[in-house]
């Protein structure tokens, strides 16, 4: 396997050889995680792998472990197709939600990502405020956004939902309709489609991307199911996240359909996505202001005037609180790992002097 075509730089030769201790050591990535068990690429073909012991004691949580789309060193065992990993090299990008659930917990996505596509169905089910969540954490990961727009055969207005589309990705973000059905907007996604990169495929279920998946594999890799005739929306199909390798040396990811999407932290996420709402914001007579009531307030003035949407600032209100509260557990979390960590420190420490 040639893993400069999968992505491999110099940067990342540079981390493993300033780990590397071992000559039997070698470079791998991870194509395909399942309960704890890793499928990775290397040059000695492809490994099933698991973490070393060492390598589990160590790890506090979940974003510890290997995601798809890393980089790893691992101690092979080529005869008997298995190997070991000993170590994640540092990611570039990383896509990540909260974990379900009620505890503050970071799930990965995928890894290493250059350029996410947002694939978003152009039918009854297009989700403006969906999409801002999606480029939210897009912005968040480290990778480039770009919003692609599948079913394009089954819109009936498609200029003016692309309007509403560009409208909240600023004209920043690439937009690009695509159909599978007459192969209509593809060349609009070759340029992100470079030898070495990778792209992730994120939307939610139903959305065609196992099409779009097949479409740019140029076979039928992965299960499609025809959407249902009541209400135009694909059935779920894909059910794992895993790394596949296209014709031209690009690397895709294809990931399993969300069905809940919430946000885990962002720094610079919310100011990219929604960049009109922070810059009027500075406008405010108030540096405090909530843009609701306030006299002289610049964001509720440019919704009067029909500039921006209302939606947008609800949207904007909305995870700005999401992102609050997810900062609060993450705290606590912490807080309650830290005490963790003291009382096995104590622990340890009454052990030793018994003995």
């Given at each position: 396997?040639?893993?400069?075509?999968?992505?491999?730089?110099?940067?990342?030769?540079?981390?493993?050889?300033?780990?590397?201790?071992?000559?039997?050591?070698?470079?791998?990535?991870?194509?395909?995680?399942?309960?704890?068990?890793?499928?990775?690429?290397?040059?000695?073909?492809?490994?099933?792998?698991?973490?070393?012991?060492?390598?589990?004691?160590?790890?506090?949580?979940?974003?510890?472990?290997?995601?798809?789309?890393?980089?790893?060193?691992?101690?092979?065992?080529?005869?008997?197709?298995?190997?070991?990993?000993?170590?994640?090299?540092?990611?570039?990008?990383?896509?990540?939600?909260?974990?379900?659930?009620?505890?503050?917990?970071?799930?990965?996505?995928?890894?290493?990502?250059?350029?996410?596509?947002?694939?978003?169905?152009?039918?009854?089910?297009?989700?403006?405020?969906?999409?801002?969540?999606?480029?939210?954490?897009?912005?968040?990961?480290?990778a480039n956004p770009v919003i692609v727009l599948s079913k394009a055969d089954l819109c009936?207005?498609?200029?003016?939902?692309?309007?509403?589309?560009?409208?909240?990705?600023?004209?920043?973000?690439?937009?690009?309709?695509?159909?599978?059905?007459?192969?209509?907007?593809?060349?609009?996604?070759?340029?992100?489609?470079?030898?070495?990169?990778?792209?992730?495929?994120?939307?939610?279920?139903?959305?065609?991307?196992?099409?779009?998946?097949?479409?740019?594999?140029?076979?039928?890799?992965?299960?499609?199911?025809?959407?249902?005739?009541?209400?135009?929306?694909?059935?779920?199909?894909?059910?794992?996240?895993?790394?596949?390798?296209?014709?031209?040396?690009?690397?895709?990811?294809?990931?399993?359909?969300?069905?809940?999407?919430?946000?885990?932290?962002?720094?610079?996420?919310?100011?990219?996505?929604?960049?009109?709402?922070?810059?009027?914001?500075?406008?405010?007579?108030?540096?405090?202001?909530?843009?609701?009531?306030?006299?002289?307030?610049?964001?509720?003035?440019?919704?009067?005037?029909?500039?921006?949407?209302?939606?947008?600032?609800?949207?904007?209100?909305?995870?700005?609180?999401?992102?609050?509260?997810?900062?609060?557990?993450?705290?606590?979390r912490a807080q309650a790992e830290v005490k963790k960590q003291w009382k096995n420190i104590?622990?340890?420490?009454?052990?030793?002097?018994?003995?």
């Amino acid at each position: 396997m040639n893993l400069v075509a999968m992505g491999l730089t110099e940067t990342i030769k540079n981390d493993f050889h300033k780990l590397n201790t071992n000559d039997e050591m070698i470079l791998g990535r991870v194509a395909l995680e399942h309960k704890r068990m890793y499928r990775v690429w290397t040059e000695q073909g492809e490994l099933l792998c698991e973490v070393s012991g060492r390598f589990s004691f160590n790890a506090l949580n979940r974003e510890d472990f290997p995601a798809v789309g890393d980089w790893v060193a691992l101690m092979p065992r080529s005869n008997e197709g298995k190997g070991t990993i000993l170590a994640i090299m540092p990611r570039k990008s990383k896509f990540s939600r909260k974990s379900a659930g009620l505890t503050a917990q970071e799930q990965i996505i995928a890894t290493n990502i250059d350029t996410v596509f947002l694939v978003n169905s152009l039918n009854e089910d297009l989700n403006l405020r969906r999409i801002e969540r999606y480029l939210l954490l897009a912005w968040e990961s480290g990778a480039n956004p770009v919003i692609v727009l599948s079913k394009a055969d089954l819109c009936q207005d498609l200029e003016n939902m692309l309007a509403e589309v560009v409208a909240i990705s600023l004209g920043g973000v690439p937009v690009i309709a695509v159909s599978a059905e007459t192969m209509t907007g593809f060349e609009e996604l070759e340029p992100f489609l470079k030898p070495g990169k990778t792209i992730a495929l994120l939307g939610s279920s139903g959305v065609g991307k196992s099409t779009l998946t097949n479409r740019l594999l140029g076979e039928e890799k992965q299960l499609v199911q025809d959407i249902r005739m009541a209400d135009d929306k694909g059935r779920h199909t894909t059910t794992h996240r895993e790394l596949i390798l296209l014709p031209n040396g690009s690397v895709l990811i294809d990931t399993p359909g969300m069905r809940e999407l919430q946000l885990w932290e962002s720094s610079d996420g919310l100011t990219e996505t929604f960049s009109e709402i922070e810059e009027l914001a500075t406008q405010c007579r108030y540096r405090d202001c909530q843009h609701k009531n306030e006299p002289g307030c610049a964001v509720v003035k440019a919704i009067e005037e029909g500039l921006i949407a209302a939606e947008r600032l609800t949207s904007y209100n909305k995870l700005q609180k999401e992102l609050a509260f997810i900062e609060r557990k993450a705290d606590k979390r912490a807080q309650a790992e830290v005490k963790k960590q003291w009382k096995n420190i104590n622990k340890q420490m009454k052990q030793r002097k018994s003995y």
